[in-house]
């Protein structure tokens, strides 16, 4: 862990197994944003924004997860909206790829059974699945 991540407190979600695969929780972070954080299917946790940048709706995290190839996905409830799990890029729209929709990305920690997420989307999401 580096000296920049250990000064963030981390922020408690649930316990790993109250994540149902493929479904979302909303986490409220304490500058008041929301995150959505996700299980998939091979049972790897990504966190993103909870707020739809196309609609201004907090509903990603009510959002169908899937895939596009290996890479894992959430579509959002509202305009459909296709973004990377691991990245928040939009892949897909209504209008097709939609680079200024991008969502921001958390790290997400999984410790002694228990789900956490850094509240810092600057720091860089190197992604090891939650894994740990």
């Not at 973004?83 to 939009?90: I, K, Q």
């Amino acid at each position: 862990m580096t000296d920049e991540i250990a000064s963030i407190t981390p922020i408690p979600v649930c316990r790993y197994e109250e994540l149902t695969p493929g479904r979302g929780v909303a986490v409220l972070l304490p500058d008041g944003s929301q995150a959505a954080v996700f299980r998939t299917f091979a049972d790897e946790l990504y966190a993103v924004g909870n707020l739809d940048p196309a609609t201004g709706a907090y509903v990603i995290s009510r959002g169908l997860t899937g895939s596009r190839g290996a890479v894992p996905t959430v579509a959002s409830p509202m305009l459909k909206h296709v973004y990377e799990l691991a990245s928040g890029r939009c892949v897909d729209g209504p209008a097709g790829p939609e680079p200024a929709c991008r969502l921001p990305t958390f790290p997400v920690l999984r410790d002694n059974g228990v789900v956490y997420v850094l509240d810092d989307p600057a720091i860089p999401a190197t992604h090891d699945g939650g894994k740990s």
